[in-house]
């Protein structure tokens, strides 16, 4: 399973899916707003594993991330 996942990209993509969860948790707008940056990193980070790690390794890496920050939004947002 470890081919299946790149540590340096996942990472990176750990700190763009935390950039976005932590802007994510306040109700000011205009600090709301940060969280598209982390949104579009990680969908910038999505695309540069397809070739910097492979097509596989890439998707499975970004949907791990992916899910794991959309599970600790729906927490949050069930709280």
Do not use: H, Q
């Amino acid at each position: 399973m470890t081919e299946l996942i790149s540590v340096p990209f996942g990472l990176i993509l750990l700190a763009c899916t935390l950039w976005t969860t932590f802007f994510s948790f306040t109700n000011k707008s205009a600090v709301r707003g940060w969280r598209n940056l982390g949104i579009l990193a990680c969908y910038l980070v999505g695309l540069s594993m397809l070739w910097g790690a492979g097509l596989k390794t890439g998707i499975v890496t970004w949907s791990i991330f992916g899910l794991f920050g959309g599970a600790v939004y729906f927490m949050y947002d069930m709280i």
